[in-house]
């Protein structure tokens, strides 16, 4: 899958997972999710390995699952300097890079 322009990179204020709003070569849109696990009375907090949703994580269309190795190389060849957002990018980033780990 080639990302033609990513739409929008979000944090879940209400769980604390990232989101990647993406349009594909294809003409469709999709949604790059790293999901936090539950992390109760822990000072690192945990992610689930990332999923690829159709259109977004609410249509619960799951297009593939990916591995941390897999998830780094798709995330690479991103680039996204929207100002507002750009934090998010790179806290997710940071996290798939960490596989999943974040202090």
């Known amino acids: 899958m ?3 322009k990513i739409d929008n990179c979000i944090h879940y204020q209400n769980c604390g997972s990232y989101g990647l709003l993406f ?12 999901e936090t696990k539950s ?5 690192v907090t945990k992610y689930n390995p990332p999923v690829i949703f ?3 994580c609410n249509s619960s269309i799951v297009v593939k699952k990916l591995g941390w190795e897999e998830a ?3 995330i690479a060849r991103l680039k996204y ?7 998010y990018f790179h806290e997710m980033v940071n ?3 960490g ?3 974040v202090a």
């Open 39 to 43: 992390s109760q009375g822990s000072s």
């Open 99 to 101: 596989e999943g780990c």
């Open 2 to 4: 080639r990302v033609k």
């Open 81 to 87: 300097d929207k100002s507002s957002h750009d934090n």
């Open 54 to 56: 159709f259109d977004d």
């Open 23 to 34: 349009s594909a070569y294809d003409g469709k849109s999709y949604e790059l999710l790293v």
């Open 72 to 74: 780094k190389d798709f």
């Open 95 to 97: 996290v798939i890079n």
